[in-house]
């Protein structure tokens, strides 16, 4: 049986004792800097190490991202933090976009290189290691594409350690994928608690100011099950008459949500707003969050919610659980049972108290577990541990 790999992986035993070196030079790989939980946490990370004094560099394989998805790149433009956009949107454009990370690490060479999301996993292993930096490629999500299992073994045998953003998505590279056990380590999403969500104004969605809310929030997919949403939530909102269903994000599946917006018993209920940069404001005025997932990662949604005591009811895909923890039972359902995920949804929806209980719960379980700068400082020891005092590779 595999050996369970332990949350916050920063011990001793793991990682060993970070060095005294007080600045490194650390660059982030990411495929895309648009908006997402990946490239989230790739923003969050970068200002943290910048904040502790040490020089980061952003390097994104594909274009600058336009305005309307610029806030991350705005965040890292604030701090003064450096970026690079490789121009990487095509399959074909590989060699090239190798060919100018290449010369970027060769030019002004990292002590560690942090990559996220499959296209830079393989491409800064592709790159990195001929430079002997130690490199560190990020997992974030259980993604059934077995075509992509060969790359991810070889980018795994070629890195210092594979971080993996839950238990769920490590068991699943060990078990699934037969990537090398002895590489995986575990560091999840964290969360600021400390903001406050701002007002919103229902009227100007024409969103009724006294409706109860159903909160969708994610990309329209196939992942994250914009099919069974659009098949079960014209029999959810039949049995929830006060309720009404928003839906915050983009993708291919836009129109079939917006179908079911039309159907005539749904008329007026069902609000599609696109891609939002208020979301938290939403999960405030919302009285539960829908995530009917294929699988996940560890969904950064989730986290989101449960920061602003929002209770949820989600598919038990990766990571969910670990969020959850001892509420899971009762915020989530097995995979694909989707009659029970919208059975739940009714039942939650018409016990005042028993969200009561799940918003406290959620609240208390993001502070003590997933407070954002203790995530972010397990990566910093991290780097700090790979290298010895004159910032070569420590060999183990």
């Not at 956009?85 to 454009?93: E, P, S, T, V």
């Not at 490590?170 to 999840?188: F, G, H, Q, Y």
């Not at 989600?314 to 097995?334: I, Y």
């Not at 989707?338 to 993001?366: G, I, T």
Request: hydrophobic share 40%; charged share 25%; aromatic share 6%.
């Amino acid at each position: 049986m595999l050996e369970r790999f332990e949350r916050g992986v920063v011990v001793a035993g793991e990682i060993g004792v970070a060095s005294p070196r007080k600045s490194m030079r650390i660059d982030l790989v990411i495929t895309e800097l648009d908006t997402g939980g990946a490239e989230k946490c790739c923003t969050q990370l970068a200002l943290f190490l910048a904040r502790q004094g040490h020089r980061v560099r952003v390097i994104a394989l594909g274009p600058p991202p336009p305005s309307t998805k610029g806030t991350l790149l705005r965040m890292l433009e604030a701090e003064k933090i450096e970026t690079h956009f490789l121009g990487g949107d095509r399959w074909w454009k590989f060699p090239r976009i190798a060919a100018k990370l290449k010369r970027l690490v060769q030019e002004d060479r990292p002590d560690v290189v942090q990559s996220f999301l499959w296209h830079a996993n393989v491409l800064s292993a592709w790159v990195v290691p001929r430079f002997r930096v130690p490199l560190f490629l990020g997992v974030r999500v259980a993604e059934p594409r077995t075509l992509r299992f060969v790359f991810d073994r070889w980018a795994t045998s070629r890195c210092t350690k594979t971080i993996c953003v839950s238990q769920g998505v490590a068991d699943w590279c060990v078990n699934t994928e037969k990537m090398d056990s002895r590489k995986m380590l575990v560091i999840p999403n964290g969360i600021a608690t400390d903001r406050q969500a701002t007002e919103i104004a229902l009227g100007s969605h024409q969103v009724p100011e006294g409706a109860q809310i159903l909160l969708f929030v994610g990309r329209l997919e196939l992942q994250k099950g914009i099919d069974i949403l659009s098949q079960y939530g014209e029999d959810l909102l039949s049995r929830l008459p006060e309720h009404h269903l928003v839906v915050i994000g983009d993708g291919s599946m836009r129109p079939l949500l917006e179908t079911l917006s039309c159907r005539p018993k749904l008329v007026g209920r069902v609000h599609c707003l696109g891609q939002r940069s208020d979301v938290r404001a939403w999960m405030a005025r919302s009285e539960l969050l829908l995530l009917p997932t294929r699988y996940e990662g560890m969904p950064n949604v989730v986290l989101e919610a449960m920061s602003v005591g929002l209770p949820v009811i989600a598919t038990r895909a990766e990571g969910v659980a670990e969020l959850l923890g001892e509420q899971a039972d009762v915020q989530s359902v097995p995979k694909d049972a989707w009659k029970e995920l919208f059975d739940r949804v009714v039942v939650l929806s018409k016990s005042p108290a028993e969200r009561k209980k799940a918003c406290q719960a959620n609240l208390e379980r993001v502070a003590s577990e997933f407070a954002l700068e203790k995530q972010l400082g397990k990566y910093e020891l991290l780097y700090l541990s790979s290298v010895d005092d004159s910032g070569k590779l420590k060999r183990k």
